[in-house]
């Protein structure tokens, strides 16, 4: 009976031994990967890390799935046939500058192209679309779209190159890419800085026709106004206050006029340092080199005011008959010009008949008596008088600067502003 028991248990173990050593054995395999997760995740086992890895769970790969090995990408699609429709589709991001200098613009744009191409054609149960990065791009056909008038351009590739293809199903695909590019711009500055420039985008392709983005760009006239038509305008009227002056007073008349001359020279050559060097006038100038003209005019002005002053008082001298022993620096003052208050005229006995006694008398004279027979009659110019009057009297020219300069500038600010803005 004891023989019957022992030889029963010795069946059962012999029949228990397999599972529990392939038990032991898969718990063998196991092991090190729950020690690992319990000594990363402090004891504890991750579920999420004991699923599989997503990217494994694919039957084929993504270059097996649009077969990238079964076609030579290198061909556009459909060789030998038709063309195949392109289209562009272009979104601006920024217009980072506009040079007038090197006569270029700067943008930021997203570039998008859209075509079929049937090779990509992929089996999808959910019609659902595939997007990859510019790994994949290198490897299948893009269309060779390059911009015509570009200086400079580059792909955006921070923190990674700024490309996306988007792959469907029937074999449309979206491919995207963010540019930056300087393309050149034939501007005209006829009515700088009143202009408003057409700036174009060309893009071209070995295939396909050229596609024209035209840029309607509009300066903004605020900011040259504040640089350069108010300092001018102000310089201008600083140069009219000279007529207000005493025409004896040199230093402070001369020192005026110099100032202004100097100061529209530097405001010229500035504008000119930041505009390219064009072979016409631009609008700007033109405002410039009249305003410079009325500065310089109030300078010649006062030469000529100084001139007539001294000649006038030079031959009110003269006239007095002024003894040997006078002393003529007597009536000089410090600025170099004779002044008639100076003089003490009481001690002349004869004072000589001005221009003006001289007609008064001949008048006089001709209406008493007629011409006699056999003489000419002349006719005195009007013109000829009036100037002679205002030599005389060099005073009023300042009094006519102060009316005729204002009136003439304000006259060429209505006819500027009328034509260009």
């Not at 718990?27 to 995740?41: C, F, L, M, S």
């Not at 000829?384 to 600010?413: C, E, G, T």
């Amino acid at each position: 009976m004891r023989v019957a028991l022992l030889a029963f248990r010795l069946v059962c173990l012999a029949w228990l031994w397999p599972v529990s050593s392939h038990y032991s054995n898969k718990r063998r395999h196991k092991e090190p990967y729950g020690e690992n997760t319990k000594q990363k995740h402090g004891g504890r086992v991750d579920l999420k890390m004991k699923k599989m890895d997503s990217t494994k769970s694919l039957l084929i790969k993504s270059e097996q799935l649009l077969r990238i090995e079964d076609h030579d990408f290198a061909m556009r699609p459909g060789f030998g046939g038709s063309a195949i429709p392109v289209g562009i589709d272009v979104q601006v991001e920024s217009i980072d500058s506009i040079s007038e200098v090197n006569m270029d613009f700067t943008m930021t744009l997203y570039l998008r192209h859209y075509w079929q191409d049937d090779r990509l054609a992929f089996p999808s149960s959910s019609n659902k679309s595939r997007t990859f990065d510019a790994r994949l791009v290198k490897k299948i056909w893009v269309p060779d779209v390059f911009f015509v008038h570009s200086k400079r351009s580059f792909i955006h590739d921070t923190t990674m190159e700024n490309i996306m293809l988007r792959v469907f199903p029937d074999g449309n695909i979206l491919y995207s890419v963010r540019i930056t590019v300087t393309a050149l711009c034939s501007m005209d500055f006829s009515s700088f800085p009143l202009d408003t420039q057409n700036c174009s985008l060309e893009l071209e392709s070995c295939w396909y026709n050229r596609l024209y983005i035209n840029f309607l760009l509009r300066r903004h006239i605020f900011f040259f106004m504040l640089q350069t038509y108010f300092p001018t305008m102000l310089m201008v009227m600083l140069s009219w206050v000279s007529f207000w002056i005493d025409r004896r007073a040199v230093p402070a008349r001369v020192s005026l006029g110099i100032t202004t001359v100097l100061t529209m020279s530097t405001i010229i050559t500035g504008v000119s340092a930041s505009m390219p060097q064009v072979s016409y006038v631009k609008a700007v100038d033109i405002y410039l080199w009249a305003s410079f003209l009325f500065v310089f005019l109030s300078v010649i002005e006062y030469a000529a005011v100084n001139y007539f002053t001294t000649v006038e008082e030079m031959k009110k001298l003269k006239r007095a008959k002024i003894p040997n022993t006078f002393d003529a620096t007597e009536a000089m003052a410090f600025d170099g010009c004779f002044h008639d208050n100076d003089i003490d005229m009481t001690s002349f006995t004869e004072v000589a008949s001005t221009p003006n006694t001289e007609r008064n008398s001949q008048s006089r004279n001709s209406t008493v008596s007629g011409p006699a027979e056999g003489t000419r009659l002349r006719r005195k110019n009007p013109v000829k008088q009036h100037f002679s009057f205002i030599m005389s009297n060099s005073y009023m020219i300042d009094s006519y600067s102060r009316v005729i300069f204002p009136m003439a500038y304000l006259l060429f600010n209505i006819i500027y502003w009328s034509l260009y803005a």
